[in-house]
């Protein structure tokens, strides 16, 4: 087996907070997340393929068809958008890093045909990232979105 | 002469958009930038002072203090913060990076006691970056802000 | 399972020799990096943490009380030191990556109480690095340290 | 069990092509990859090593050790050169990502006596990059390399 | 004024020898670089234009604009090439980073009309870069490409 | 004119303090950087060369001569080395990086014979460097180094 990664970009903003706190509790969890108006990121999501290489074409899966496939299936979504209100599928998700790379994951999965989706890593700052495995985790969906 | 430089970092959000113009002409200037619920990045700020070393400590000036001063002075205005509505330095400016730059100058200038202050680059991605020298450059500041 | 990560950096000094070796078989041994007064580096540190988000927060861990963690725990005793003779727990110990590493795990795992420490990397030179993810490793201390 | 890994670098180019197949479905898979006349990179190379440290030593495998097996049996062989045709051991291959890291892991394999090869991690760009930990892979070799 | 700086990427190959030496006098010169079936490496253009922000837009010059006229006029000619044989602006010169850099300057220069062209980076490796502002330099241009 | 530049590493301890202050002087001025044990950093020293590229070679100056001369004439002394003691062109002056960068530019001024010398610049941390073009600084030589 190898494993194959491509990495892309793209800045967004977003606000932490969860819809059922006040003010003044979100803003001992979140502190500075918290601002209203929310702030942003330069996002980098790395996403890697699990698979053997074609005898016939030497690749796991065509790094042009694995970029063609996040350009217009998630950054389509997120680049240049506020994720609490601007994103379809993080409605009502509070958008920490976690959070938007698991529901990044359900989004990707179907679309990899060859080899199989094994992990995203997105950074949300050069210091801070999350790794993701494709394991069941339980996102909370709040009713009230911002 | 000897230029010494500190970077540092912060998280903020912002829109692009002439208030003077309708959103049509907005989108075609501005394009994605101009996504009315924002979009952020990860800025990175660094501050060149230029002098000559002091014989008794060898420091030009104490990067200690100098990124004291900007986070003191700039980052607690721009960190996590909503550029084109949080920030009252910006009030009514369009937040390019261009004019961002600018602005943060006047604000780092007169705290700069050891040595001068000689250059600012400030990064909105990896690949998009300005650097400015302090020569006047008209800001023009819109009544009517966001 | 969700993994996240924070990055931070310290800078030490150290010297990497064995007391019961005379200073030939040193130098066969580390070379340059047996200089009897030391030489440095800057060290990056990543510590990540594994577990499920909690609904309530999306987080994994909070990564402030992560940073803060590694700052008030590994980073007051190592950062701006000589390894060899400033630091504690790292006495006796020949201050390799590999050394260092394994017991910087045994300072910080017990503070993680949201999720649980995965896996420590450790950067001597943007070239160099260990992994670590707990397996218990002996880790010799001898009586004689610089 | 620790992982440590040393990373070198090698500037070579290379042209993607199936010799079985016409010039039209070339361009179709490879698309500019098969530039006839070729391209290049600056290829990454990480290597780790696993193993447990020596308690005399504290080295996993001593990294100026590892760099020098690295230097000797591999990049003499692909730095400065053109992948298609100067390399013995790639000769009738395709030489993408995925099969240059499986052969670079048979020639680097044998060399490693202190601690056990885990993984080799090769970069194309800083955006594309392959795992392979050697667990066994077809590798097609063409009669008529280029 | 403001500097304002475009980063782009692309991967190419090339040799470098000059066609009036001898292959010994070549290998004497270039070394490795004259290896006869070429090499290659991931280059970064870096494009700086200086000017005023013009106040309605903020804008220097647009990025986006700038961007797309580094793709169309520079890097389809570039990238996944042969320098020294598939690139006309190129043909019969030594394709040193100190050439491209110049030969790029023509190039791009016409196309810049809101504000001025003030510096070309070229990055042939991490390490390895050359800066250009566009002072007339003399480049020899042999009648006998490779 | 061009100017290319060659990028090169080394690793080194140091101490700031001023050996005609006390140490609680020392403390004030220096902080964590006064530690008497010293500490380390990874430099990363850019050497620019500024000329007219020789029209037979495409080169201002050969990098492989460039590196070697900074190899050889510099790193011998810095890297894997403690600078307030072990370097004869330091001895006795406080090894800031703006007093290191000047003494650097005397030793390899008179080496670059293709071209001419035309900056340095210095990194002690990836988030702090200088910047020296040659004009002549005062650097005080104590009596007493550590």
């Not at 996002?43 to 290489?53: A, H, Q, R």
């Not at 938007?100 to 050069?126: A, M, Q, R």
């Amino acid at each position: 087996m190898l494993f194959i990664t491509k990495s892309v970009e793209f800045s967004a903003s977003h606000r932490l907070y969860n819809p059922e706190w006040d003010f003044q509790k979100n803003q001992e969890v979140y502190d500075k997340c918290n601002n209203p108006n929310g702030h942003g990121h330069n996002y980098v999501l790395e996403v890697t393929v699990k698979g053997k290489p074609n005898p016939d074409t030497g690749y796991v899966i065509d790094l042009k068809k694995l970029k063609d496939i996040l350009v217009k299936k998630v950054l389509i979504h997120l680049d240049h958008k506020h994720l609490n209100v601007d994103v379809d599928f993080l409605k009502g998700v509070i958008p920490t890093v976690e959070n938007i790379s698991v529901l990044i994951w359900d989004i990707v999965k179907p679309h990899i045909t060859d080899g199989e989706l094994y992990k995203l890593k997105l950074y949300e700052t050069p210091n801070s990232w999350v790794e993701y495995y494709g394991e069941p985790v339980e996102i909370k969906r709040f009713g009230n979105e911002q």
